[in-house]
T-cell receptor
C-alpha cells in the first residue's frame, strides 16, 4: 500500500471558490511536500512543510501539517482556471521521498 | 529560455537496449535529481546528487546509473531496457539539497 495518499481523487470548483486537498501518510516524516503538475508539464514544488511546523503559506496556498494524525492539507483560495492540475503530496524521511497518486483539480470559469 | 533542458523529449527503444537521458540545468544549482512517472505508479524519486556526488539512491535496480560530467549536468544511463521502464523521466534541480526543486519538461521513454 502507498505511504502517502491524497483525497479526494478528483475535485471540481468554479473560479473564485476555495478548495482543500487532503493528504494522509503512514510513516514518520521529516517533511511533507506539496506539488502541482499541469497537463503535459513537469511537477512544480508548491510548499515544503517540516515536521516541526504546523502551517505554511505561499501566496494563495496554505498547507497544514498534523503529525499526530499523520495528515496534511493544502488549501487554495480564490481559485483560477490556471490552478487546474494534479496536486500531489510527498513524504520525506531520511532523504527517502514517496508520492501519492494525486488529486485532479478542475477549476471552471 | 528554458532553465532545465532534457533531451530528447521522446525516446523509443527496444527491449534489451541501452539509452542515455540528458539533463542540463542553467540555474546555477548545486543539487540535481531524477524522478520517474509511469502510468501505473505514483511519481517516484530515483536519485539525488549534490556537487556531483551521489547523495541518495531510491532505485532498486543497478540498470539505472546517473552520470555527472559537469556540475550542471546529470544524465541517466539505463541499460538492458524493459517494457516496464516505459515512463516519463523528470530531472530537477535545487540550489542545495534542502532547497526548492525545479523540474524539467521530462523525457518520455517507450520501450517496445
Amino acid at each position: 500500500s502507498q505511504l502517502a495518499e491524497e483525497n479526494p481523487w478528483a475535485l471540481s470548483v468554479h473560479e473564485g471558490e476555495s478548495v482543500t486537498v487532503n493528504c494522509s501518510y503512514k510513516t514518520s516524516i521529516t517533511a511533507l511536500q506539496w506539488y502541482r503538475q499541469k497537463s503535459g508539464e513537469g511537477p512544480a514544488q508548491l510548499i515544503l512543510i517540516r515536521s516541526n511546523e504546523r502551517e505554511k503559506r505561499n501566496g494563495r496556498l496554505r498547507a497544514t501539517l498534523d503529525t499526530s494524525s499523520q495528515s496534511s492539507s493544502l488549501s487554495i483560495t480564490a481559485t483560477r482556471c490556471e490552478d487546474t492540475a494534479v496536486y500531489f503530496c510527498a513524504t520525506e524521511n531520511n532523504n527517502r521521498i514517496f508520492f501519492g497518486d494525486g488529486t485532479q483539480l478542475v477549476v471552471k470559469p | 529560455d528554458p532553465k532545465i533542458i532534457q533531451k530528447p523529449k521522446y525516446l523509443v527503444a527496444v527491449t534489451g537496449s541501452e539509452k542515455i537521458l540528458i539533463c542540463e540545468q542553467y540555474l546555477g544549482h548545486n543539487a540535481m535529481y531524477w524522478y520517474r512517472q509511469s502510468a501505473k505508479k505514483p511519481l517516484e524519486f530515483m536519485f539525488s546528487y549534490s556537487y556531483q556526488k551521489l547523495m541518495d539512491n531510491q532505485t532498486a535496480s543497478s540498470r539505472f546509473q546517473p552520470q555527472s560530467s559537469k556540475k550542471n549536468h546529470l544524465d541517466l544511463q539505463i541499460t538492458a531496457l524493459k517494457p516496464d521502464d516505459s515512463a516519463t523521466y523528470f530531472c530537477a534541480s535545487s540550489q542545495d539539497r534542502l532547497g526548492e526543486q525545479y523540474f524539467g519538461p521530462g523525457t518520455r521513454l517507450t520501450v517496445l
